[in-house]
T-cell receptor
């Protein structure tokens, strides 16, 4: 089974702090994604990556950046956290070459910014 | 604009009863549709995938249907169990550049004993 591990299940940060959310997958999947999930808004794509050192903006990239130095690791960075970034963050991976292939999600990281 | 609408937003059912969740989409050209189950505090997990040529597919007590002409899908839960309490998310993939996924807002199901 594919395993996607997110480094922190729960985080509490203060406004202006830098926040790192890490995601590691163990199945050699090329594609990795970061979503945020908010009540009433569903999942929204922040950034994705098709390969090492490659990144593409999703629908809501403002206030976020990402890093993919190794194939198995995809990090989401909040340079200066704000209260409107309080949310559930979900990392996912997927093998390439298939349209609409299954996404494998991590358990999520619930971030609260005070 | 590609959209996926799910209904109802939430529902409560008694254990052992059946229920049906709806998903309407405007994604075009259509590639496939997946239903995911998300337990509280966990990541979503795929239940089933529907392609253009498929009308019905079952996964245990879950049965998904697809009408590609009307762009509607449903997820039927038979003989519900307490463990079916979760959010169910409809995700549609289109044959567009980047194979972008469009997510529905989800239906939250609560099964009561």
């Amino acid at each position: 089974d594919v395993k996607v591990t997110q480094s922190s299940r729960y985080l509490v940060k203060r406004t202006g702090e830098k926040v790192f959310l890490e995601c590691v997958q163990d199945m050699d999947h090329e594609n990795m994604f970061w979503y945020r999930q908010d009540p009433g808004l569903g999942l929204r794509l922040i950034y994705f990556s098709y390969d090492v050192k490659m990144k593409e903006k999703g629908d809501i990239p403002e206030g976020y950046s990402v890093s993919r130095e190794k194939k198995e690791r995809f990090s989401l960075i909040l340079e200066s956290a704000s209260t409107n970034q309080t949310s559930m963050y979900l990392c996912a991976c997927r093998t390439s070459g298939t349209v609409g292939g299954e996404l494998f999600f991590g358990e999520g990281s619930r971030l609260t910014v005070l | 604009k590609n959209q996926v609408e799910q209904s109802p937003q939430s529902l409560i059912i008694l254990e052992g009863k059946n229920c049906t969740l709806q998903c309407n989409y405007t994604v075009s050209p259509f590639s496939n549709l997946r239903w995911y189950k998300q337990d509280t505090g966990r990541g979503p997990v795929s239940l089933t995938i529907m392609t253009f040529s498929e009308n019905t597919k079952s996964n245990g007590r879950y049965t998904a249907t697809l009408d590609a002409d009307t762009k509607q899908s449903s997820l039927h839960i038979t003989a519900s169990q307490l463990s079916d309490s979760a959010s169910y998310i409809c995700v549609v993939s289109g044959w567009a550049a980047g194979n972008k996924l469009t997510f529905g807002g989800g239906t939250r199901v609560l099964v009561k004993p």
